[in-house]
């Protein structure tokens, strides 16, 4: 068989891909003999294409899928898109009118019919992008929260949580987007510092020649002005009590009112009231029962209620306003003012407060069982520091905004009558029945009830994202949705937690009475390494296919996650994706390096029986480490351990030790052990690399046609405490002889020694068990003619410390003869003796920090122990080697 010089990622990866959806590797049914593991993709807008951020999340979730099928669970990962109701009604808009048309002007039905074509054409491209990943979705389940089945369930959430109560519509101070044009929910509001101007303005007292002057950062709503407010206690303007104000241009005569709501330190302590355009004002107007006056229209400009600059926008008109007021000597003057100012998640628009008419859900009692399940941990959050932000949002939650004034969605399934009565029911056939039985007019027709014209929040469908890929509303005592919910895992970004999490949680416990996950891993934003948020604005944001292009689909996997934890941002560097792809050559040559081997029948070596020995224990050990990692969602963590394990132990000692010399055979124990250490190695390191590990389990030795390592058996590790108190020996000798090892080799390139130059090695130990099991090792490993014992001091040799933390290090003498400088030598050690004892400097300041000691993990406050008993080992022993030496 031949073997390529080099790992080609593009060569593997479509063939594999390809084999495991042919063989419905990825494909889940109910099975009663296994534990289920079920995910579902938080599903990407349907506008979307793969980002980074896209990258980071599904490799998390098809390491954590990927294991668990190897665990032998039946493993379900449910694939899909969002309709994302503002993001793509915009697309869709900008779409036709590159071609000329309106959307009003061709009415619902066909923009719908647009809307549907644009979606077929576009809507898949981020899940065919999804497997040049390598994810293992079940593209069997895909799903579209607009699928009929799935609008269906949508509307019956609806009627039924406004049967209970939880629903109703209100005249209220909503959110309005001017760009988007429609409602949108406090969630979905982001608020910004931004740089603006304080204008400070004259509103002259109704019947005197006096003045009261008023602070406002936007003059355009001085038109909507529908009272002057003032503190009760505020002694500055007890002239005005009972009085009522000239409003500046519209000479609208407004009362003064009190309230303590008014802060008497901000600005002049005189505040403007407009009801209509801020949701402070709108609760002072319901309070003082004062007159609403809308002056801004859906659109943005300035409406026909504003009686000046109908039809500007709100922005020009307010340097317009600033302008008008300077000419009647109304403005007095304008500062410099940095304020707080909310924006739209969906366009970047600046929202604008207005009262509209909307449907809502009543929170307050729909988020108590939510609440109580995430802080008793039923549900675990991960990493647990969002639990307090989740405790906060869920304690002050408002009714939410649920309609949309737009077209893509799933439509309110609210008819009204030509009097205004409504009633609420699944299809339009069950709405007329309702309101004929409501008007006792059995003669009422279809045509005599008109649906609400707006949709539903994306998030409120998207809640149901668990329960309706397994159909589990409309029916929901089906096979599916018993076996496969409560889902295991999801993992998601924080900044859709009160979004997306939230409601999940709450309709979990509403419509399953359980909870939808059990763990929700929140991973951070990927940054650049300045720590900007990608963006296209700022250019900064690369392809993933592009990168996959570059480094192979494992390499670019790989480099996401290894410095990715939990909940904190991911700076990320292309250096990484390179690390990714070194690390897959490493393997690949390992590969090629045990293929290279031939054996014979000879009888196992002691040297090998130790090598196996140990590499045994150090796997049980690293996967003992790996298992707690991914109990505790360290995804980068187990990486790390896994990473290390192939490229440290496996690579760097097990193979040098076991490696034949050059043109000699290996005994055939030793050469079937490392295939299966290797067969071991791919199985862990699979759910990261699944490319390069499947091609290589192929290339191992000859499989059955599904024999496949997508589907090999997990490793399971022991824990008996017998194989502890053996590994532990045999780890501690092995981490002896390496550090030795490593010594001599240092040793050999400072003083330019040839690698096949063997040298003498004499040790002064307690314990030379440990050595005598590894002796042949060492004297493989660092070319020595022979280890001998000694119980003294060897002088005008050179010398090292191994096991310095011991009450008893061990020491090392290599006699170089007239090879040694006793000069350069005691230079050598004073400059180690200074590092070491600035090195105990530092941990002895650490360790004497009282909040340090007392708030640290105890692990970490062990770990810095350790450090300062391992320099003074070091250092009394380097002050005996330079007192050997002489002065």
């Avoid at 007292?205 to 003032?230: K, M, Q, S, W, Y």
């Avoid at 196996?612 to 990486?639: C, G, M, V």
């Avoid at 450090?867 to 022993?877: G, H, L, N, T």
């Amino acid at each position: 068989m031949s073997i390529s010089t080099k790992y080609n990622p593009k060569e593997v990866e479509n063939k594999w891909y390809q084999y495991w959806l042919d063989h419905d590797f990825f494909h889940s049914e109910p099975h009663p003999d296994k534990t289920p593991y079920t995910i579902v993709i938080p599903p990407p807008n349907v506008t979307g294409v793969l980002h980074m951020g896209h990258m980071l999340n599904n490799t998390i979730q098809d390491v954590l899928v990927r294991k668990a099928r190897m665990e032998g669970k039946e493993a379900c990962w449910v694939p899909g898109t969002d309709h994302a109701s503002i993001a793509t009604e915009a697309k869709v808009v900008a779409m036709l009118k590159e071609k000329g048309i309106d959307k009003r002007s061709i009415g619902r039905e066909a923009f719908l019919q647009y809307a549907w074509e644009w979606r077929e054409k576009y809507g898949g491209i981020i899940l065919e992008q999804l497997k040049k990943i390598g994810a293992s979705c079940d593209w069997a389940r895909t799903r579209f929260t607009m699928e009929d089945h799935m609008s269906e369930s949508v509307i019956k959430v609806f009627v039924d949580l406004y049967n209970k109560g939880h629903i109703y519509r209100g005249y209220r101070m909503i959110n309005w987007d001017p760009q988007g044009r429609t409602a949108i929910s406090d969630d979905e509001v982001i608020h910004k510092e931004v740089n603006g101007k304080l204008y400070f303005v004259k509103y002259p007292v109704e019947g005197e020649e006096a003045f009261v002057t008023i602070a406002t950062t936007r003059p355009e709503t001085i038109l909507g002005d529908t009272a002057v407010c003032i503190h009760p206690q505020d002694e500055r303007y007890q002239s005005l009590r009972g009085k009522r104000v000239i409003v500046p241009l519209v000479n609208r005569s407004v009362p003064v009112i009190e309230d303590e709501y008014v802060s008497m330190e901000f600005g002049t302590g005189c505040l403007k009231v407009t009801p209509a355009h801020d949701v402070n004002d709108y609760e002072l107007g319901k309070k003082h029962n004062l007159e609403m006056v809308d002056v801004i229209a859906d659109d943005g400009s300035m409406s026909d209620a504003a009686q000046f600059f109908i039809g500007e926008d709100r922005f020009v008109v307010r340097k317009k306003m600033a302008e008008r007021l300077k000419e009647e000597g109304l403005l007095i003057k304008v500062e410099e003012y940095k304020h707080s100012v909310g924006f739209s998640e969906r366009t970047d628009a600046v929202i604008e407060p207005k009262l509209s008419i909307q449907w809502f859900v009543r929170m307050e009692e729909l988020v108590k069982p939510a609440l109580a399940h995430v802080m008793d941990d039923e549900i675990q959050l991960h990493p647990a520091k969002f639990k307090n932000m989740y405790r906060s949002w869920m304690e002050n939650v408002r009714d939410w905004n649920i309609s949309r004034q737009l077209w893509w969605g799933q439509r309110i399934p609210a008819y009204y009558l030509e009097d205004g009565a409504f009633v609420v029911a699944e299809t339009p056939e069950a709405a007329l029945q309702l309101a004929r039985k409501k008007t006792g007019n059995a003669n009422l027709s279809a045509a005599d009830l008109r649906q609400d014209e707006d949709v539903l929040d994306t998030w409120f469908s998207s809640g149901l994202w668990p329960i309706t890929v397994f159909d589990g509303i409309r029916h929901p005592d089906n096979p599916d949705i018993n076996y496969y919910y409560p889902t295991n895992d999801l993992v998601t970004a924080p900044e859709i937690l009160f979004f997306w999490v939230a409601r999940m949680i709450i309709y979990g416990y509403e419509y399953r009475q359980e909870k939808p996950f059990k763990n929700v891993y929140l991973t951070g934003i990927v940054r650049d390494p300045m720590g900007r948020k990608m963006s296209k604005q700022l250019g900064n944001s690369p392809d993933p296919l592009a990168l996959i292009q570059q480094y192979g689909a494992d390499g670019v996997r790989t480099g996401m996650l290894f410095s990715s934890p939990a909940g904190n941002d991911l700076l990320f560097d292309v250096k990484l994706c390179e690390q990714g792809r070194n690390f897959a050559n490493k393997i690949w040559n390992a590969f090629r390096l045990v293929k290279s081997w031939h054996t014979n029948d000879d009888v196992e070596d002691e040297n090998n029986k130790t090598a196996i020995a140990w590499f045994e224990a150090r796997f049980n050990q690293a996967l003992i480490t790996l298992e707690d990692h991914f109990s505790k969602f360290r995804i980068s963590d187990a990486l790390q351990t896994v990473y290390k394990l192939m490229w440290d132990d496996f690579c760097s000692w097990y193979l040098e030790m076991v490696k034949p010399a050059f043109g000699q055979p290996l005994d055939q124990i030793t050469y079937q052990t490392t295939i299966r250490f290797f067969e071991q190695m791919l199985k862990i390191l699979h759910p990261f690399m699944p490319f390069i590990t499947e091609e290589i389990w192929h290339l191992l030795k000859d499989r059955k046609e599904e024999e496949c390592i997508i589907v090999a058996p997990w490793p399971k590790a022991d824990h008996t405490e017998d194989r502890k108190e053996v590994d532990t020996i045999l780890l501690g000798g092995g981490q002896s002889i390496f550090e030795a090892v490593t010594n001599i080799r240092n040793i050999r390139n400072s003083r330019q020694i040839p690698p096949k130059q063997a040298l003498s090695l004499f040790i002064k130990t307690d314990t030379p068990k440990i050595y005598q099991r590894f002796g042949g090792i060492l004297q493989k490993l660092a070319n020595t003619e022979s280890v001998e014992y000694t119980e003294e001091k060897l002088s005008g040799a050179t010398s090292f410390i191994v096991n310095a933390a011991q009450g008893q290090p061990d020491e090392f003498f290599i006699p170089l003869g007239e090879a040694i400088d006793v000069k350069e030598e005691k230079e050598k050690l004073q400059k180690e003796l200074a590092y070491q004892k600035g090195f105990l400097q530092s941990v002895d300041k650490k360790l004497s920090n009282e909040k340090f000691v007392q708030n640290a993990p105890e692990q970490v406050v062990a770990m810095e122990r350790k450090k300062k008993a391992d320099a003074e080992a070091k250092i009394a022993a380097l002050e005996e080697q330079l007192n050997s030496l002489g002065s």
